[in-house]
Nanobody, 124 residues
């Protein structure tokens, strides 16, 4: 059983940057693919980015491609989402998720464990 805790959210102006962290415990982090999702008020949870177990493969939603970077440090049992050039439409609760798949893809059904989320608010 893997526990995930997100941190790093907050309030930022449009054009600014944030780095989210996802600390994992209770399992061998390097055995799991990892992803980030987000959910804005009144909207469904949507895929943001994913990274394979060994960081060899990454995948991004078109809406964040070129602005967000997913990474991980298996030695620290931590995943990251670097968000640059933030826009008001990026405002959402951001969730990290772990997958038993080596190279998970967008469907949320690929993921087995979820964090509680961290709020990101981008003001215009």
């Amino acid at each position: 059983q893997v526990q995930l805790v997100e941190s790093g959210g907050g309030l930022v102006q449009a054009g600014g940057s944030l780095r989210l962290s996802c600390a994992a415990s209770g399992g061998t982090f390097s055995r799991y693919g990892m992803g980030w999702f987000r959910q804005a008020p009144g909207k469904e949870r949507e895929f943001v980015a994913a990274i394979s177990r060994s960081s060899g493969s990454t995948y991004y939603a078109d809406s964040v491609k070129g602005r967000f970077t997913i990474s991980r440090d298996n030695a620290k049992n931590t995943g990251y989402l670097r968000m640059n050039s933030l826009k008001p439409e990026d405002t959402a609760v951001y969730y990290c998720a772990a997958s038993r798949l080596a190279n998970p893809s967008p469907p949320y059904t690929d993921y087995d464990y979820w964090g509680q989320g961290t709020q990101v608010t981008v003001s215009s």
